[in-house]
């Protein structure tokens, strides 16, 4: 069955999983090494996690990009998918358009590029059109000052899939997968929540909310809507959640009742985070629109840092965009508090007690877990504490959140063959 994607384009997938074919193909290209982020970009491409994009943009698009927000042929795109090398590598090496070179992850070969483009680009423009902001303390900045200063464009090939360790493996869909998946479960209807975070109430309210404005208009008689937790699995900060921990507390929300099997699944997506707002918020749109869902929610300061954006200015980008240039649709949220006069975790836009509303705080529930106390299970479900005590051990090295020795010694996510 084909299968539509972003800009209502077919999705492929651009993988060749024939060990001696692919020997064959490689033999004699040049060997490229690339960065932990080109090496998770280029397993998105490949499996359509960007589509319809094949590879990395060239400059044309680029600036498209930059400056409509959309590709050159006029698909809404929010965010540069690059390639950055060092000048001198591309020099010393030769490299020249038309020529196919081996992307190297690790040591170990990952993907075919057909190299279309080499060029430059002014970076304090890219960051300008999409951080909105130059300003060098703003990450997403700091990430585009660190990229090297030439970039190779070109369609991607995967030559060696990637081999998700546990606990990741469980909750590793592609676009077809994840398609497959949906329609096993008989969803007509689904909404992403895209998270970085162990759930607190306030985020399982966020997506029983969600789940009602999706399932609203749905008949009665069969659960035909869900929930797809999208965690963001990318470069970690001391002090963030181990990912171990997010994947598995997101899934004992499930395992120990709170939302049923037949409603909801957890899993992820290789993205490292611009902090770009209401422009990544709707790359995170693209994403999910790839990977079956037709619904997104956007909670507060979606992808925002800072005080770069309003806090609901990635609610309000999606207002502006031309008619059915994305076939997933924005579900936008206020916030969930808990009202000790309700009684209860309530919404922003019904509570009025609002000189007595409690606001979640992540950081405070952070402190609280961090002194290993269990918060009471009205804002932490007990359940998804004891997971976060376990992962801590298992896989922490005492701790929940990423301390120097967990950046320094973690399971890789993924594993690559060594094509012998
Ligand atoms: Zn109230």
Same mark, same amino acid.
Request: hydrophobic fraction near 35%; charged fraction near 20%; aromatic fraction near 10%.
């Given at each position: 069955?084909?299968?539509?994607?972003?800009?209502?384009?077919?999705?492929?997938?651009?993988?060749?999983?024939?060990?001696?074919?692919?020997?064959?193909?490689?033999?004699?290209?040049?060997?490229?090494?690339?960065?932990?982020?080109?090496?998770?970009?280029?397993?998105?491409?490949?499996?359509?996690?960007?589509?319809?994009?094949?590879?990395?943009?060239?400059?044309?698009?680029?600036?498209?990009?930059?400056?409509?927000?959309?590709?050159?042929?006029?698909?809404?795109?929010?965010?540069?998918?690059?390639?950055?090398?060092?000048?001198?590598?591309?020099?010393?090496?030769?490299?020249?358009?038309?020529?196919?070179?081996?992307?190297?992850?690790?040591?170990?070969?990952?993907?075919?590029?057909?190299?279309?483009?080499?060029?430059?680009?002014?970076?304090?423009?890219?960051?300008?059109?999409?951080?909105?902001?130059?300003?060098?303390?703003?990450?997403?900045?700091?990430?585009?000052?660190?990229?090297?200063?030439?970039?190779?464009?070109?369609?991607?090939?995967?030559?060696?899939?990637?081999?998700?360790?546990?606990?990741?493996?469980?909750?590793?869909?592609?676009?077809?997968?994840?398609?497959?998946?949906?329609?096993?479960?008989?969803?007509?209807?689904?909404?992403?929540?895209?998270?970085?975070?162990?759930?607190?109430?306030?985020?399982?309210?966020?997506?029983?909310?969600?789940?009602?404005?999706?399932? @609203?208009?749905?008949?009665?008689?069969?659960?035909? !809507? $869900?929930?797809?937790?999208?965690? +963001? *699995?990318?470069? =970690?900060?001391?002090?963030?959640?181990?990912?171990?921990?997010?994947?598995?507390?997101?899934?004992?929300?499930?395992?120990?009742?709170?939302?049923?099997?037949?409603?909801?699944?957890?899993?992820?997506?290789?993205?490292?985070?611009?902090?770009?707002?209401?422009?990544?918020?709707?790359?995170?749109?693209?994403?999910?629109?790839?990977?079956?869902?037709?619904?997104?929610?956007?909670?507060?300061?979606?992808?925002?840092?800072?005080?770069?954006?309003?806090?609901?200015?990635?609610?309000?980008?999606?207002?502006?965009?031309?008619?059915?240039?994305?076939?997933?649709?924005?579900?936008?949220?206020?916030?969930?508090?808990?009202?000790?006069?309700?009684?209860?975790?309530?919404?922003?836009?019904?509570? @009025?007690?609002?000189?007595?509303?409690?606001?979640? !705080? $992540?950081?405070?529930?952070?402190? +609280? *877990?961090?002194? =290993?106390?269990?918060?009471?299970?009205?804002?932490?479900?007990?359940?998804?504490?004891?997971?976060?005590?376990?992962?801590?051990?298992?896989?922490?090295?005492?701790?929940?959140?990423?301390?120097?020795?967990?950046?320094?010694?973690?399971?890789?996510?993924?594993?690559?063959?060594?094509?012998?």
């Amino acid at each position: 069955m084909t299968q539509i994607g972003h800009g209502g384009k077919t999705i492929s997938e651009r993988v060749i999983t024939d060990v001696a074919q692919v020997k064959k193909r490689i033999g004699g290209l040049l060997q490229l090494p690339i960065s932990g982020r080109a090496a998770r970009e280029s397993i998105d491409i490949a499996y359509g996690f960007f589509s319809p994009l094949k590879g990395f943009m060239g400059k044309a698009d680029v600036e498209s990009v930059c400056e409509n927000m959309t590709t050159q042929d006029g698909t809404l795109w929010p965010i540069p998918i690059v390639l950055d090398v060092e000048s001198s590598v591309v020099k010393d090496a030769g490299l020249k358009s038309g020529q196919s070179i081996v992307l190297t992850f690790q040591h170990v070969p990952l993907a075919i590029m057909d190299i279309s483009e080499i060029y430059s680009l002014d970076k304090m423009q890219l960051q300008q059109s999409v951080f909105g902001t130059t300003d060098a303390k703003h990450p997403g900045v700091i990430m585009y000052n660190k990229l090297n200063d030439t970039f190779l464009a070109g369609e991607i090939t995967l030559i060696n899939s990637p081999v998700f360790q546990p606990p990741y493996g469980q909750f590793w869909y592609t676009p077809l997968t994840m398609r497959e998946k949906m329609a096993e479960k008989g969803w007509k209807r689904s909404v992403a929540h895209q998270t970085r975070n162990v759930p607190h109430s306030g985020h399982e309210w966020l997506m029983k909310g969600a789940w009602f404005s999706t399932h @609203g208009e749905m008949p009665v008689e069969k659960l035909e !809507s $869900g929930i797809v937790v999208s965690a +963001i *699995i990318g470069p =970690k900060r001391a002090g963030d959640y181990i990912d171990e921990a997010i994947l598995i507390g997101q899934q004992t929300l499930q395992d120990a009742g709170y939302f049923r099997p037949a409603t909801h699944l957890v899993s992820f997506v290789m993205w490292d985070m611009r902090y770009a707002g209401p422009r990544e918020a709707i790359l995170h749109a693209i994403i999910r629109e790839n990977l079956g869902c037709t619904h997104h929610m956007f909670g507060r300061d979606h992808a925002g840092v800072g005080t770069y954006y309003g806090p609901y200015d990635a609610h309000r980008i999606f207002d502006g965009l031309p008619e059915n240039s994305l076939r997933i649709k924005p579900v936008r949220v206020l916030e969930w508090w808990y009202c000790p006069v309700c009684g209860e975790v309530t919404y922003s836009g019904l509570c @009025g007690h609002d000189d007595k509303k409690q606001p979640f !705080s $992540g950081t405070l529930i952070r402190s +609280i *877990i961090q002194d =290993k106390v269990k918060p009471t299970r009205l804002i932490f479900r007990p359940e998804v504490f004891d997971s976060l005590m376990r992962c801590a051990d298992e896989y922490g090295f005492g701790s929940p959140f990423c301390n120097e020795t967990y950046l320094e010694k973690r399971q890789p996510v993924f594993t690559l063959s060594t094509l012998d």
